[in-house]
């Protein structure tokens, strides 16, 4: 056997609180203005938010007041976070390069690089099943948060799950490890059980699955009571594993986050994805991955390809027709496809941009 690792982190991250005001801006701009184009950075740190990129767009945004709302949705009103919706925000937004304007006029391609789509056969969501409890643990940390069942947690958080793998499939949990501020007043036995009872043993038994509570460990040092900007600096775009699937596939190196479509570094990585899982929800093959690349202008991707680790149940001719007609990857292929210029990216900015039913890139088509 095999083991291998994936992690997740909650939504008050501090990278994860700059991609979901990223995002949040992205998303308040094609309310206004489908055509918008966008690339905003996010950096915060302790009791700090500076916002730069480039917006250009029919929409007059209020920067400051996004990134507030966002802020204070995640739960840091507390001063003593170092960190609240009252903190400077500094904005540094201009309009887009002249330069890749020229090749987005046109219709093609907003960005070069190459994007990679995944998908296999080991889990419902058509996931790696690590990723897929990393997350699954980090939205269940937050609910509890939100909801003030464990009033006791703070913002901030990760996941981490190790699986043994046996003949290529996952077989059993190793250890699950959580990291989650909570108030000095309560003692760490008495959060882990709660985590224990309240996410763990709910999370695995969903998907049939259990461990012993000493195969869990929370809080490593066996301290944490400040998370969030006060004690990590958080940038737009860190995340990019945790984004995606977990160190099982491969990515293009481009985050996704603050990026309007036109951008394919998401876009493209959208489509690689929507092609990946419909070839294996298909039952053309257990594993996929789509390989495409492009350069700033390009109308087509100058590559296409597909993968199958000797898992596919037809041959390659039949695969690479089958996912030719399923999705044009042109640029207005993707933005037309899979219906892209519309407000949607602020869900993806926590708990990863895969596996979940609500984006239009997780549809299969029957």
């Not at 991609?19 to 489908?34: C, G, M, V």
């Not at 950075?41 to 302790?46: G, N, P, S, Y």
């Not at 394919?264 to 070839?279: P, T, W």
Request: charged letters at 25%; hydrophobic letters at 40%; one cysteine or more.
């Amino acid at each position: 056997m095999k083991s291998y690792t994936s992690e997740s982190v909650c939504a008050g991250h501090p990278d994860k609180i700059c991609d979901q005001i990223s995002d949040a801006i992205l998303d308040e701009a094609l309310k206004k203005d489908k055509f918008s184009r966008v690339a905003v950075e996010t950096m915060v740190t302790k009791n700090f938010v500076a916002l730069a990129g480039e917006v250009t767009s029919k929409a007059k945004l209020n920067y400051k007041s996004i990134a507030r709302v966002i802020i204070k949705k995640l739960g840091y009103t507390d001063p003593k976070l170092g960190f609240t919706d009252k903190s400077p925000v500094v904005v540094k937004i201009h309009t887009q390069s002249p330069d890749i304007a020229v090749g987005v006029d046109k219709l093609g391609a907003g960005d070069q690089g190459m994007m990679f789509g995944y998908a296999t056969s080991e889990s419902k969501e058509y996931m790696p099943l690590p990723i897929t409890l990393a997350h699954r643990l980090a939205m269940e940390i937050d609910w509890l948060r939100e909801t003030k069942r464990l009033p006791y947690i703070r913002p901030d958080g990760k996941t981490q799950v190790t699986m043994a793998y046996e003949n290529g499939k996952p077989k059993t949990i190793e250890t699950v490890i959580l990291a989650v501020p909570h108030s000095e007043k309560i003692q760490l036995k008495e959060v882990k059980d709660a985590l224990f009872k309240q996410v763990v043993v709910k999370v695995l038994t969903s998907y049939g699955l259990k461990i012993k509570q000493n195969q869990l460990v929370v809080n490593g040092t066996g301290v944490w009571h400040i998370g969030g900007p006060a004690s990590d600096t958080g940038v737009t775009g860190r995340k990019i594993i945790v984004d995606t699937y977990g160190s099982f596939a491969k990515v293009g190196g481009g985050c996704f986050s603050g990026k309007d479509p036109t951008k394919v570094d998401r876009s493209g990585a959208y489509a690689a994805r929507f092609l990946a899982k419909n070839i294996v929800a298909r039952g053309l093959a257990q594993k996929c991955e789509v390989r495409l690349a492009y350069f700033i202008g390009a109308k087509k991707p100058i590559m296409q390809e597909v993968e199958t680790f000797n898992t596919e149940k037809e041959p390659e001719k039949i695969i690479k027709s089958f996912m030719n007609k399923l999705l044009d990857t042109s640029l207005q292929g993707i933005l037309d496809g899979l219906n892209l210029r519309r407000p949607i990216y602020f869900k993806t900015a926590s708990y990863g941009h895969f596996g979940r039913d609500i984006f239009p890139w997780e549809k299969i088509v029957r």
